[in-house]
């Protein structure tokens, strides 16, 4: 099971570690912490360090209800520190966290290595013709709605079954137009409410039958810290222990904030795997 980024072959049969990058003023944990290059470059070499195979940038808020970033606001955020980063990792693998083609577009023609997009190519019907033309891997997330409105769409008869339906649509069509490397995301916290968000985690070893990498995205969101009574601030424990599960039941990536930590459960999973 690998992936080519930029003629790097990526073997995900060992489970890998995405740190998160959030170049925006309003993300749910860390918005706004990174207000300079040197923060930035100091950030990415500890995640690198730590143990990060992959650096996911983002500079659209995903939260639920987050504000409207028009397209060139994207391009302005991100691009120059894609540049930045290049210029100062030289075999950094950049995951851009994005659902507008173009933006996909301009950060891999600037050396980004992956399109992770929370709307599976729904959000911007050029999205899976541009990913294909720059045959790059292709994270396609569930999602229903936007951000501004997806947590009004959490009706479900049969939640598992329904996503498993969706992907299995999604990866024809992504197919259809020649991506070769693709990655499932279940999207926790996105048009799913509590409740769903823990039953998709109990049963997360069924997307195994798309056989594709599945990445688990669960860090600090509010599925952890509302269970908890605590704040996002607060809920790194409980991260690792649902990142564990996550690795138990088939996840091969891990997206996260904590990379040291999440490298630990990779690492004890491995010793358990032996």
Known sequence: ????????????STPKVMGILNVTPNSFFDGGKYNNETEL???VEKMLTEGATFIDVGAYSSKPNAEFVSEEEEISRIVPVVNLLQKNFLDIILSIDTFRAAVAKRCIE????????????I???????????????YIMMHMKGT?????????????IKEMIFYFSERIAAARAFGINDLIVDP???????????????QKLELFQMLELPLLAGISRKSMIYKTLEVNAEMALNGTTVLNTIA???????LRVHD????????????KMEL
């Open 110 to 121: 600037n050396g980004a290595a992956i399109i992770n997009d929370i709307s599976a190519g």
């Open 123 to 137: 959000l911007d019907d050029k999205m899976l013709e541009t990913v294909a033309e720059c045959k790059v891997p």
């Open 41 to 43: 470059l100091e950030r």
């Open 147 to 159: 951000p501004q409105t997806m947590q009004t769409f959490t009706q479900y008869e049969d939640i």
């Open 259 to 270: 990379v040291k930590e999440a490298v630990e459960c990779v690492r004890l999973f491995n």
């Open 1 to 12: 099971m690998t992936i080519n980024c930029k003629g790097q072959l990526i073997d995900l």
């Open 247 to 253: 690795l138990t039941k088939g996840a091969k990536i």
């Open 187 to 201: 999207g926790f916290g996105f048009a799913k409410t509590l409740e769903q968000n823990f039953e998709v985690m």
